[in-house]
């Protein structure tokens, strides 16, 4: 699908579990982390689908809190690779008017990664035309632990009433509560599963799930995510009127 033939219901936000960079390069005898490297490239053909199509917000699972146990030397791969990105990336994030964010438990990062990540979203933060947020060292229940306790200490704090909690305050404290919650939800690769990603937050996302591994995700792999997408009823767990009222 090209961009003039876009449909006209497009999702504000759109978050994208990246998955199958490992078996891209095992397919192709190559080193895990050349399928990471791939990967990048598709993150970058993401982003400029976003602006072509006029999604406003994207949100990548970039290193779940899991990853850490990975081999040690991929996992300095990684961290070696998301400053190469960022740094590669700043000027198309200006140009386009994208601010950078950042989710997860971001004191676990090393040096070279935060002080990257603390410039460049810096550099960005003015920005509202798109959002870019990547989920690093994210896990979501441990989102929601940490959004529990915060809660509780206000409570016991006085400064919040026990009958005063509701879904509205368990949003304000998670790591997303300055962003919508995401309309679509793409995970690459065909695994069917959550994996621990803003499981909050898409309680009510429509789900796209390819066959296509990270790598090989392109423009029009998004836009015929989008294009699903469109034909999709959102009920938000009611009915529509034209609904039979038997079902």
């Known amino acids: 699908m090209s961009q003039k033939n876009l449909p006209d219901k497009i999702p504000t936000h759109v978050a994208i579990i990246m998955d199958g960079n490992g078996r891209w390069a095992e397919k192709r005898g190559l080193p895990r982390l050349e399928g990471h490297r791939a990967g990048a490239k598709s993150v970058e053909a993401a982003m400029r689908s976003c602006v072509k199509a006029g999604v406003r917000y994207l949100t990548l699972f ?7 146990r990975r081999p040690r030397a991929e996992v300095a791969g990684l961290m070696k690779l998301l400053v190469k990105f960022m740094n ?38 003015k920005y509202d035309r798109h ?14 632990i940490r959004a529990a306790r915060a809660i509780a200490q206000k409570v016991k704090n006085g400064e919040l009433k026990e009958s005063e909690i509701d879904e509205s305050v368990v949003s304000q404290h998670l790591y997303t509560k300055d962003l919508p919650d995401p309309d679509l939800l793409i995970r690459t690769s065909g695994e069917m599963r959550l994996s621990n990603f803003l499981l909050w937050q898409l309680s009510y996302a429509e789900l796209y799930v390819t066959e296509t591994l990270w790598p090989d995700f392109r423009e029009n792999d998004f836009f015929a995510a989008l294009a699903v997408y469109a034909k999709r009823q959102r009920r938000f767990g009611g009915i529509q009127k034209s609904d039979d009222p038997k079902i």
């Open 88 to 125: 590669e990336n700043e000027k198309d994030l200006h140009e386009n008017r994208t601010r950078l964010r950042v989710i997860g438990r971001i004191a676990d990062l090393p040096g070279p990664v935060r002080f990257v990540i603390q410039r460049v979203c810096g550099a960005t933060e």
């Open 131 to 144: 959002n870019l947020t990547l989920a690093l060292s994210y896990g979501a229940r441990d989102e929601i």
């Open 62 to 68: 970039a290193f779940s809190t899991e990853n850490w």
